[in-house]
């Protein structure tokens, strides 16, 4: 399966798809048969065109006649009885201008949520969404939608949810760390770019230059500030992992912040003005005293904690007395592959290198393909 990212804010609004409902930063997820997790995904009946209002969210004159809101036609005004024009611009009837809402302040038709009358019409039954229907109900608590691409042909929505109280039986919410390799690989990588997208669009409602009002930018994805005209692009925070190897030995360490007593690779944020390679040998300097050399990159992986883009290197060490930052870290040492400690999970660019190096890696001839 294959994600695309993309930006059509007219279709920013909940229909059949992927719904990657986040409440602060946790996902909404469903259990599946196999002991994981899934992100829910209502299809079938789940949202028709006929239910959910078109682009824009106002309901079509069909659709209201359908859903009964439709003007009874003996309630409806005689041809030629109509108030003429120019008695809707009296003056009086018009709005006084103090009372007017500014230019690029009203909420944009394609952000507004859609009532709670334009819900779809979900299949209770449909065996491919167990709980679908109740999930539906959850549309009354989001705040915002945002739709961001397609998952193998099916269209991806970004949701925020205004509480995580009263998920359907079956459902649960969970910050995407421990999600890692209990979703599916394929549904992890549009769930980074949702949980980033929804911070980006959370942090930035206001401009960082006059203060007034942004809104979405209609042929890219950024934001427009309605009084001056800045625009504000998603904010992406480069950050280096790097393993330091001696020979078949590797420097790990355990980081303060780490919740379980697994050690890892040294990272750290790059600086302004700092190349990657500068950033390695500071970071690894700074937090456990050795130097490096021979700095080459290994792959990268978008971390969305909240905005973050890790890149992987490998380095060889090049002296040096382990000094450990205790501010950072509260241990680092050398270990050889035979007396590994506990490791991270799931699918984090800091398991594939240390899982390259367990496999991969030949003491004596270097790393393979880095």
Same mark, same amino acid.
């Given at each position: 399966?294959?994600? +695309?990212?993309?930006?059509? @804010? &007219? ?26 997790? &899934? %992100? ?5 009946? =789940?949202?028709?065109?006929?239910? &959910? ?35 809707? =611009?009296?003056?009086?009837?018009? +709005?006084?201008?103090?009372? *007017?809402?500014?230019?690029?302040? =009203? +909420?944009? @038709? ?30 009354? $608590? ?14 991806? #929505? ?21 999600? #890692?390799? $209990? ?6 990588? @549009? ?29 890219? *994805?950024? $934001? ?42 040294? =990272? ?15 970071? %690894? ?11 080459? #990159? ?37 270990? &050889?592959?035979?007396?590994? @400690? ?8 800091? *398991?594939?290198?240390? +899982?390259? #190096? ?9 790393? $393979?393909?880095?």
């Amino acid at each position: 399966m294959s994600f +695309t990212a993309i930006h059509d @804010p &007219t279709k920013n609004s909940l229909a059949e798809g992927y719904w990657f409902l986040f409440f602060r930063d946790r996902l909404v997820v469903s259990r599946n048969g196999d002991g994981g997790f &899934t %992100v829910p995904r209502p299809s079938g009946n =789940a949202a028709s065109p006929e239910s &959910t209002a078109p682009s824009g969210n106002a309901a079509s004159p069909e659709s209201a006649a359908r859903s009964g809101n439709a003007t009874p036609p003996e309630n409806r005004i005689p041809p030629g009885n109509e108030a003429p024009a120019e008695s809707a =611009a009296r003056p009086g009837n018009a +709005t006084p201008q103090e009372n *007017r809402v500014p230019p690029g302040n =009203a +909420t944009p @038709p394609e952000n507004r949520v859609p009532p709670e009358s334009a819900a779809p019409q979900v299949d209770p039954g449909s065996p491919e969404n167990p709980g679908a229907a109740e999930l539906a109900a959850l549309r009354g $608590k989001i705040s915002r939608v945002l739709y961001f691409g397609r998952l193998d042909g099916v269209d991806c #929505y970004a949701g925020d949810l205004a509480s995580d109280d009263g998920l359907p039986d079956g459902f649960t919410a969970d910050s995407l760390r421990p999600l #890692y390799g $209990k979703i599916p690989p394929s549904q992890m990588i @549009p769930a980074r770019f949702a949980g980033h997208l929804l911070h980006w669009d959370r942090s930035t409602r206001f401009c960082g230059s006059c203060g007034a009002p942004n809104r979405d930018k209609e042929d890219e *994805r950024a $934001k427009v500030c309605s009084s001056c005209g800045a625009l504000t692009y998603p904010r992406l925070s480069p950050a280096i992992i790097v393993a330091i190897l001696d020979g078949k030995r590797i420097l790990l360490a355990h980081n303060r912040r780490f919740a379980t007593p697994f050690y890892s690779l040294i =990272a750290g944020f790059v600086e302004m003005g700092e190349t990657l390679e500068d950033c390695v040998a500071r970071e %690894v300097e700074e937090e456990v005293g050795v130097r490096v050399r021979n700095i080459r #990159y290994f792959g990268s992986q978008p971390w969305p904690f909240p905005d973050s883009l890790m890149l992987g290197f490998i380095a060889d060490y090049d002296g040096g007395e382990i000094r450990v930052d205790r501010r950072e870290l509260l241990d680092a040492r050398w270990f &050889t592959p035979d007396n590994l @400690p506990s490791l991270p999970a799931g699918d984090s660019i800091a *398991r594939r290198i240390l +899982t390259w #190096y367990e496999k991969d890696y030949a003491p004596g001839l270097g790393p $393979k393909g880095a």
